[in-house]
T-cell receptor, first 110, second 115 residues
């Protein structure tokens, strides 16, 4: 089985930088995903890490440490439209299914 | 637009009834996944199909069933509905041969309200 933890809520100011952490425990790791979900809408893919290190994609970056069971999503130059829930998901070895954390609700204020 | 199509967008029904949700995956994707999302539970994996065959099962109730057809579209059948089944139901697909083959792309979801 898997256990995924991420903060329930975070707040930040427009133009700032925010880091959303995710820790996980799994019997066999085969990738970590971050999705963004606006209320009532579909989750949309942001990033995918399978090796240790930082993956950068525009204003969003994601980091993975497999030995620590830890990832973070870094959002730079925050915009109001970044207010959403951010979901961390883990794929276990031998499977293509994902187990999602409960999500971190990010509120960006002016 | 993710390329995954779900119908209907909204469904309102009564307890004890049966409904069918439909999903068409992205072109070329062989895997279809069904998820349930309620306010208190987050996104819960229900079941996966790959090229017509059941591949993995998650927290799917016995009252729920799914299938994937030869044209790769999938249907999720929910029967003997209870108030607690009210939720957003998402379908996702993955596959192909590109570097994105491991990524699941989600449809817009079906909002089910059981009254």
């Amino acid at each position: 089985g898997q256990n995924i933890d991420q903060p329930t809520e975070m707040t930040a100011t427009e133009g700032a930088i925010v880091q959303i952490n995710c820790t996980y425990q799994t019997s066999g790791f085969n990738g970590l995903f971050w999705y963004q979900q606006h209320a009532g809408e579909a989750p949309t893919f942001l990033s995918y890490n399978v090796l240790d290190g930082l993956e950068e994609k525009g204003r969003f970056s994601s980091f993975l440490s497999r030995s620590k069971g830890y990832s973070y999503l870094l959002l730079k130059e925050l915009q109001m439209k970044d207010s959403a829930s951010y979901l961390c998901a883990v794929r276990e070895s031998g499977y293509s299914t994902l187990t999602f954390g409960k999500g971190t609700m990010l509120l960006v204020s002016p | 637009d993710s390329g995954v199509t779900q119908t209907p967008k909204h469904l309102i029904t009564a307890t004890g009834q049966r409904v069918t949700l439909r999903c068409s995956p992205r072109s070329g994707d062989l895997s279809v996944y069904w998820y349930q999302q309620s306010l208190d539970q987050g996104l819960q994996f229900l079941i996966q199909y790959y090229n017509g065959e059941e591949r993995a099962k998650g927290n799917i109730l016995e009252r729920f069933s799914a299938q994937q057809f030869p044209d790769l579209h999938s249907e999720l059948n929910l029967s003997s509905l209870e108030l607690g089944d009210s939720a957003l139901y998402f379908c996702a697909s993955s596959g192909g041969t590109s570097i994105t083959k491991n990524i699941q792309y989600f449809g817009a979801g079906t909002r089910l309200s059981v009254l």
